[in-house]
């Protein structure tokens, strides 16, 4: 119950700019070419990408026309059931043991804060967790991360300030497989796409994890910051074309009315949304479900 209630109350402000605009659209009677344009603008004004949104309307169109409904009214749970599927399209897989989780994403998304969550989630699933904290770039970085590890009460390994992101990892990986830990999490410091330098360090430390712990299923998850809308399919591109990523953790969907980027993220990129964040707290991060996510947006 708890857990609903903060996706519904998380997923607020996105439900109230969707859903307002639809009800006006749905109850307006026929089913004509103008419902379908102006339902494509409602789509598009909620964050959902132009190209997604014409592939919405196309599927929704010919379903509706074969299943001959005639009112906007009866559209409605077609419209949900096209985007549940959608978002079904990637399959979000239960995580094999053990798991080493690679945090990435530009400055300020949230990548530390889901950390400490992510934590907290493998605690609840009785895994044991140890936190690395491969942001050497500022001292303030390490200094959260413990806070976290305190919090959630799990193991992390650190080195000082300005040391090789790549030499903590490595040390990371060492206390997993002395002490049999079932989960590594990774947190790395902020970084834009464009600075090279930083994402060839990036490279360098996901080749420590390859090399050196072979036996880790090893996923690349992107952190995204659901407010920045559509500048967040950029950011996909970019670190999956320098680290090839396995999924996406959302955060934010709490503060934004932006939630329709999912929508573009999955079908657009191919990609999980694994995880997503609706508030600041410990349990504020929920898995990824479909149909959840759309049962609370519309
Ligand atoms: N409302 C809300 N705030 C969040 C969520 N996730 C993270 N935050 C907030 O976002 C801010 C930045 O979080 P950090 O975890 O420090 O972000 P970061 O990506 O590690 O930042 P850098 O290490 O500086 O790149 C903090 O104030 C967090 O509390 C969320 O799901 N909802
Ligand atoms: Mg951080």
Redesign the pocket.
């Known amino acids: 119950m708890g857990f609903f209630k903060n996706l519904f109350d998380g997923l607020r402000r996105t439900r109230e700019a969707i859903s307002s605009k639809l009800e006006a659209l749905f109850t307006s009677g026929e089913l004509n070419d103008e419902f379908y344009e102006e339902l494509e603008y409602v789509l598009i004004s909620s964050d959902i990408s132009v190209v997604t949104a014409q592939e919405i309307i196309k599927k929704l169109h010919s379903q509706a026309k074969a299943q001959k409904l005639k009112t906007t009214k009866e559209v409605k749970s077609l419209l949900k059931s096209v985007l549940i599927e959608m978002l079904q399209k990637v399959e979000v897989k239960e995580f094999d043991y053990p798991l080493a989780l690679l945090i990435v994403?530009v400055?300020?998304?949230?990548?530390?804060?889901?950390l400490g969550k992510l934590a907290s989630y493998f605690k609840s699933l009785k895994k044991q967790t140890v936190l690395v904290a491969a942001?050497t770039f500022r001292a303030a970085?390490t200094e959260?991360l413990v806070e976290w590890a305190k919090r959630v009460d799990v193991r992390i390994i650190k080195h000082e300030a300005g040391a090789d992101p790549s030499a903590v990892v490595f040390d990371g990986i060492a206390s997993a497989k002395a002490k049999k830990t079932e989960v590594l999490l990774i947190d790395t410091?902020?970084r834009l796409h464009n600075k090279v330098g930083l994402m060839e360090e990036l490279k360098k430390i996901s080749r420590t994890v390859e090399k050196n712990y072979e036996e880790a299923h090893f996923q690349k998850f992107l952190?995204l910051d659901a407010t920045t809308g559509q500048n967040a399919l950029s950011q996909v591109k970019y670190f999956d074309e320098a680290v090839g990523l396995d999924g996406i953790i959302l955060?934010?969907?709490?503060?934004t009315a932006k939630g329709g980027i999912v929508i573009s993220i999955i079908a657009e990129f191919n990609l999980p949304i694994k995880f997503i964040?609706?508030?600041?707290k410990l349990d504020?991060l929920r898995p990824f479900d479909a149909k959840e996510f759309i049962d609370a947006i519309l």
């Not at 400055?107 to 889901?114: E, F, P, Q, Y």
């Not at 964040?277 to 600041?280: M, R």
């Open positions: 994403g400055n300020g998304v949230g990548k530390t804060t889901t942001d970085a959260q410091a902020g952190v955060t934010k969907l709490d503060g964040g609706v508030g600041e504020d």
